[in-house]
T-cell receptor
Framework: GESVGLHLPTLSVQEGDNSIINCAYS??????FIWYKQESGKGPQFIID?????DKRQGQRVTVLLNKTVKHLSLQIAATQPGDSAVYFC???????????FGKGTRLSVIA | NAGVTQTPKFRVLKTGQSMTLLCAQD?????MYWYRQDPGMGLRLIHY???????AKGEVPDGYNVSRLKKQNFLLGLESAAPSQTSVYFC??????????FGPGTRLTVT
């Protein structure tokens, strides 16, 4: 499959453990944040999003935490499965109707 | 409902050749985007459109042109391809400019 990032930070997690992927964002004016998952050879797929008036949002097996004080976003994946192996991207958007700005991504590797 | 589709899936060009990548979406989305993805660089925005007949430059627009003549289509053109344009190209669309839906990508090699 296509390699989407040869020099990305990598997180290795045992199957069944929880994963935490971190993202530092740069624009203190950003009011919308989103996480994507990209499997090898495929386009990015939406996981979960959060607006700046919230500090936590939960989905199915995933939780996003937002700390605006330190401009930090994290994605928590519960009971990590082999199918979770992928590159994960965070993105931010400011209120000025500008496009999303993507981070460089983190590769999650699940050890069976 | 096919979502976002991209044509072609793969292409090899010689330096100096031209080509057009087609992106189509059937979700009636206003916003459409073209990105390139290189190893270790994440997604970089080339051009985008906030509605039919509009286009705007992104982070890396040089060497590319776009057109949005119909709401459902967003075309990316390379007038004179260079090896530096070897990349994977992704199109995306969005209803509000927030959550974006991505296509499967076009893998372009310029020799």
């Amino acid at each position: 499959g296509e390699s989407v990032g040869l020099h990305l930070p990598t997180l290795s997690v045992q199957e069944g453990d929880n994963s935490i992927i971190n993202c530092a964002y740069s624009n203190s004016a950003s009011d919308y944040f989103i996480w994507y998952k990209q499997e090898s050879g495929k386009g990015p797929q939406f996981i979960i999003d959060i607006r700046s008036n919230m500090d936590k949002r939960q989905g199915q097996r995933v939780t996003v935490l937002l700390n605006k004080t330190v401009k930090h976003l994290s994605l928590q994946i519960a009971a990590t499965q082999p199918g979770d192996s992928a590159v994960y991207f965070c993105a931010e958007r400011d209120p000025g109707n500008t496009p999303l700005v993507f981070g460089k991504g983190t590769r999650l590797s699940v050890i069976a | 409902n096919a979502g976002v589709t991209q044509t072609p899936k793969f292409r090899v060009l010689k330096t100096g050749q031209s080509m057009t990548l087609l992106c189509a979406q059937d979700m009636n989305h206003e916003y459409m985007y073209w990105y390139r993805q290189d190893p270790g660089m994440g997604l970089r925005l080339i051009h985008y459109s906030v509605g039919e007949g509009t286009t705007a430059k992104g982070e890396v627009p040089d060497g590319y042109n776009v057109s949005r003549l119909k709401k459902q289509n967003f075309l990316l053109g390379l007038e004179s391809a260079a090896p530096s344009q070897t990349s994977v190209y992704f199109c995306a669309s969005s209803r509000t400019g927030h959550e974006q839906y991505f296509g499967p990508g076009t893998r372009l090699t310029v020799t």
